[in-house]
C-alpha cells in the first residue's frame, strides 16, 4: 500500500472570469506607440523571449498565468511582446530555457521592462513525522493567489536594452527565492501565512548560429504533442505541454519547429514517421523568428495517447504501483482535463527507457540502467499511456513506456576525484530536496544508502556555464540523468550553473487533526488569494481528491 498523502490544492476560482477579462483588456492596450527613433535605429527588431528559472529544490512546483510581458523606452513608450495570456511551470526549466514568444517592436533604447500576471501558485512536499498522526504520509501543499496583484510582480532591468538589428533574445528569469514564502514546514496549520511575490530578472540574449548551451539559443528537452505536419517542408507545428498548476487551464500555445539535414531521430527512422499526435522531447536552437530548429527529435512511444513528465513521488513496495507529479502533460486525455498528480502501475509489458539527450551513457564507470527494480522516488520520468482510467473507483493507468528524464539538483560540492575521463563530484542537497524528503517515506521499494548525497559526473562534453570554480564548499545546480546504482545515486552532468542557497526548514513534526478516516476540507478566500486544504486519510481518499 503506497503511504497516506495529505494534499492541499486550490479547488476553484471563483473570480476567474473577471480577471482574464481584465487580462484580456491588459493586452489589448498594453501595446503603445512606437518608440521614437535615435540615431542609428531604423525599423522594427525580431525579439523572442525566452523564460528560464533560478531555484534552489525548495519547490517542487512554481505555475503562473503570464498575461504581458512589456518593454519601456526612454520616451515612455510601451510595447507588449506576449499576444495573448499562457501558462507557464517554471520548476521545470531551473537553468534551461524554453522559448515563450515572439514580437516584432521598434528599435531603441529600453529603459524598463513589466510582466502581467493572472494566476500563480506553488507547491512544496514534506513527510510527517510521527508525531503528526500520520506518520510517513506525504504533505503535498499548494499556495495559490487567484489573481497576482501588479504590486507584488517585480521585474529587475540590470541595464537598458538596445533592441537593434534584425533579431535578439530576451531572457525572463524567475527568481525562486525572492517570489514566494509560506511556513517553514510546509505544512499549514489553520490559515498560514504565504506571500506569492513574483520576481523576474530580464536581460537581453545574443542568440548564436551555433549555440552550446541554454545561454545562447540552445533548447533541451522541450516536449510536446505534433499538432500538424507542413506539407511541403520538413517542419511542424509542436503544441507545448499543458500546466496543470496554471488552472484554470490556459489552452497549450505552439511553436513551430523545423528541421534538416542533421536532425538526429531517436525511437523513430525519420521524419516521414511523424504524425499529428505524436508526442516528442526534442532539443533544438532557437531561431530569428522565435521558431527552433530542431537537433534531436526523440518518440519515445510513438503510439501513445498521454504523456505525463514529473518526480516519482511514491513507489509501492508490495505492488507494481507508483505515484508521480504532474509537472508537464500532453495527449488526448491530459490536454483537455490535467491532473495533478499521476497514478500508475507498470505491467510486465511495461517499457523502461532512458532519455537520448546525453550521448555518453556507454562510457560512464558505472551501469547507467533504469527499470522497475532501481527506480526511487524524486526521478524526473516520462510517463507514457493509452486511455487514462478513472483511478476515483481505485484503477490505475497502465504505463507502456517509462522514461528516465534529466533533472536540475541544487547542491552543494563536498570532495572530488577522477576516473577515466571524467571529473566526480560528491555533492550534499539540501534537506528538503526531493530525495531525501521522499526517502523517509516506509516502505521504500529500492532504498537509498545516503539520500542526500549525489555522485556528479563530468566530462568535457559538459556546459559549464558557472561563474565560481567548481570547488568544496560551493553551490551548483547541476542537470543530467540521475542514475540509482545499488543504492547510491549518481548523475550523468549534462551543465553546471551557479547554484542557490540553501535555507532552513523546521521539522515536520506537528500534531495533527483525528485520524478517523474523514475527509476535511478548509477554505479560504482572502483578496486575490485561494487556498484550499483536503486532508487526505486513506490511499483510497487520494484517488477521489488527487486532481482537484
Not at 497502465?398 to 533533472?407: D, W
Amino acid at each position: 500500500m503506497l503511504p497516506r498523502f495529505r494534499i492541499s490544492r486550490p479547488l476553484s476560482f471563483p473570480h476567474f472570469s473577471m480577471a482574464f477579462a481584465l487580462a484580456f483588456a491588459v493586452l489589448a492596450t498594453g501595446c503603445g506607440s512606437s518608440a521614437p527613433k535615435s540615431p542609428g535605429f531604423s525599423g522594427n527588431t525580431s525579439v523572442t523571449v525566452v523564460l528560464t528559472t533560478t531555484a534552489n529544490d525548495q519547490l517542487s512546483e512554481f505555475g503562473m498565468v503570464v498575461q504581458g510581458v512589456t518593454l519601456t523606452d526612454q520616451s515612455g513608450n510601451t510595447v507588449n511582446l506576449l499576444s495573448a495570456p499562457q501558462g507557464a511551470e517554471f520548476m521545470t526549466i531551473n537553468g534551461g530555457a524554453i522559448p515563450f514568444s515572439a514580437a516584432s517592436i521598434p528599435q531603441g533604447i529600453y529603459t524598463a521592462a513589466g510582466v502581467t500576471l493572472g494566476s500563480a501558485q506553488f507547491t512544496c512536499l514534506t513527510v510527517l513525522g510521527p508525531g503528526s498522526g500520520n506518520p510517513g504520509g506525504l504533505d503535498m501543499s499548494t499556495y495559490a493567489y487567484g489573481q497576482t496583484p501588479a504590486g507584488n510582480v517585480a521585474v529587475d532591468l540590470p541595464s537598458p536594452i538596445t533592441i537593434t538589428g534584425a533579431s535578439m533574445g530576451l531572457s525572463v528569469d524567475l527568481l525562486v527565492a525572492q517570489s514566494a514564502s509560506y511556513p517553514s514546514t510546509c505544512y499549514p496549520e489553520g490559515i498560514p501565512q504565504y506571500s506569492i511575490t513574483p520576481t523576474f530578472n530580464v536581460t537581453p540574449i545574443a542568440f548564436s548560429s551555433q549555440p552550446t548551451n541554454s545561454a545562447n539559443g540552445k533548447i533541451s528537452e522541450l516536449e510536446g504533442e505534433i499538432a500538424t505536419i507542413a506539407s511541403t517542408a520538413d517542419s511542424f507545428t509542436l503544441s507545448l505541454p499543458i500546466v496543470a498548476l496554471t488552472c484554470p487551464c490556459i489552452q497549450p500555445t505552439s511553436l513551430t519547429v523545423s528541421t534538416d539535414a542533421s536532425t538526429k531521430y531517436q525511437g523513430i527512422g525519420a521524419f516521414s514517421a511523424l504524425a499529428v499526435g505524436t508526442l516528442i522531447d526534442m532539443d533544438g536552437t532557437v531561431q530569428p523568428d522565435g521558431s527552433v530548429l530542431a537537433t534531436r527529435i526523440a518518440a519515445y512511444d510513438p503510439v501513445a495517447l498521454n504523456v505525463m513528465t514529473g518526480p516519482i513521488l511514491s513507489l509501492d513496495s508490495a505492488t507494481p504501483t507508483f505515484y508521480s507529479l504532474g509537472r508537464q502533460q500532453n495527449g488526448q486525455t491530459y490536454s483537455s482535463q490535467p491532473q495533478s498528480l499521476g497514478v500508475y502501475t507498470y505491467l510486465d509489458n511495461s517499457a523502461f527507457q532512458i532519455s537520448g539527450q546525453l550521448s555518453n551513457l556507454d562510457s560512464l564507470p558505472f551501469d547507467a540502467s533504469f527499470n522497475s527494480s532501481n527506480m526511487v522516488s524524486g526521478q524526473n520520468v516520462s510517463v507514457f499511456s493509452q486511455a487514462i482510467n478513472d483511478y476515483y473507483g481505485g484503477q490505475y493507468t497502465a504505463v507502456t513506456t517509462m522514461t528516465l528524464m534529466p533533472q536540475t539538483i541544487n547542491a552543494t560540492v563536498e570532495s572530488s576525484s577522477s576516473n577515466g575521463g571524467f571529473t566526480i563530484y560528491s555533492v550534499s542537497l539540501a534537506s528538503y530536496d526531493l530525495f531525501p524528503t521522499l526517502a523517509t517515506q516506509p516502505g521504500q521499494i529500492n532504498p537509498l544508502i545516503n539520500p542526500a548525497e549525489v555522485e556528479v559526473y563530468v566530462d568535457n562534453d559538459t556546459q559549464q556555464l558557472n561563474s565560481q570554480p567548481l570547488a568544496a564548499g560551493n553551490t551548483f545546480r547541476f542537470y543530467g540523468l540521475v542514475f540509482n546504482d545499488n543504492g547510491t545515486l549518481r548523475m550523468d552532468c549534462g551543465q553546471i550553473n551557479d547554484g542557490v542557497t540553501f535555507v532552513s526548514q523546521e521539522s515536520s513534526d506537528r500534531p495533527r487533526a483525528d485520524d478517523s478516516g474523514t475527509i476535511t476540507v478548509h477554505q479560504t478566500s482572502i483578496g486575490p488569494r485561494v487556498r484550499s486544504t483536503t486532508i487526505i486519510r486513506s490511499h483510497e481518499s487520494l484517488r477521489s481528491q488527487a486532481d482537484r
